[in-house]
């Protein structure tokens, strides 16, 4: 079974380890380079399995230098890269976004780089698993309708429970998936209450984990092929 695999870089802390311990709990796959040279040695080595999400600390002395980013960049092509501070400026996040690495203040909960990783992951295994699918339908819709059907077959996913994934997905939050379903935000925890049952778990982080690696075994389309499409 294929997994996310996200790489923390910097982050020697607490706040690091509470990152790490949230990220596990949602069962990702972790790695820790604590410092620049921590980082290209683990890159470097023989066998490394590539993260699908770096989070960098920008407390590190090398990242006010563009050649980190372009390095970092060069050793993990694929990897989606978010650059984490305790404040950002607007000079420097702005800089940072030029190099193609966003950057964001480090939240007071954990969990929001968790649900941040999983939608990272989610988004670049959609685009792997469908690759093919994608170059035939190149605005995306239809092969991530493909896949979202797929998954809710295998689940047994309610037609309300299939939409708050879909718009989940599309980057909505559960306030803003409440007010484009007509319910309330205490409906959508709900819905995502029940998801999480139905994939043999108990948390919105679940659903996410579980439909990312749903995309990741490649079974996203193939499923969908000859089956019904009711949920009940």
Known sequence: MCS?????????????DALERALRGAHLEVSRARTAPELWSRVARLGFEPPAVGFIDLALPETLEDD???A???GLPAASLVAVAERVAGERAARLLGLGVPSLPLPGSAEVLVELALKLSSHAALTSALEPRARADPGGIGALASALDAYAVRRR???QQRAILRLYIAGNNDKTIAALSGCSVATVYEHWRRMARKAGAAHKADVIADFHRFLTQGAAVSEFHGQGSEFS
């Open 157 to 159: 996913l309610s037609s």
């Open 4 to 16: 996310t695999r996200v790489l923390i870089v910097g982050l020697a802390t607490t706040q690091g």
């Open 72 to 74: 970092v960049q060069r």
């Open 68 to 70: 980190f980013f372009f």
